[in-house]
């Protein structure tokens, strides 16, 4: 059981769930067992529904810390060449 658990998430909704974003399989889960849970909200990482498991309300949430920091991401490539068979 983790003491502390500290993940990203997407800012809430009109109804107060943050969203997991991409490590939404895992994470209703370890939230279950940590004893303090901290979601740092970044409004740069993808809203991934999932239709169970994906979010925590604000209740559940004792600290939230706001990053404005980017997602990674990749730039966009074209392809120059393309071989058709």
């Known amino acids: 059981?983790?003491?502390?658990?500290?993940?990203?998430?997407?800012?809430?909704?009109?109804?107060g769930y943050f969203n997991f974003g991409l490590a939404n399989?895992?994470?209703?889960?370890m939230i279950r067992g940590a004893g303090v849970?901290?979601?740092e909200v970044n409004n740069t990482i993808p809203l991934?529904?999932?239709?169970?498991g994906e979010n925590v309300h604000i209740s559940k949430v004792d600290y939230i810390?706001?990053?404005p920091i980017p997602c990674y991401g990749y730039p966009a490539i074209t392809c120059a060449y393309a071989r058709r068979n």
């Not at 059981?1 to 109804?15: F, K, V």
């Not at 399989?25 to 889960?29: A, L, P, R, T, V």
């Not at 991934?48 to 169970?52: P, T």
């Open 25 to 29: 399989s895992y994470m209703k889960s």
């Open 48 to 52: 991934c529904l999932g239709g169970y």
């Open 65 to 67: 810390i706001e990053v």
């Open 37 to 39: 849970v901290i979601i």
């Open 1 to 15: 059981m983790a003491r502390c658990l500290l993940h990203a998430g997407h800012t809430y909704g009109q109804h």
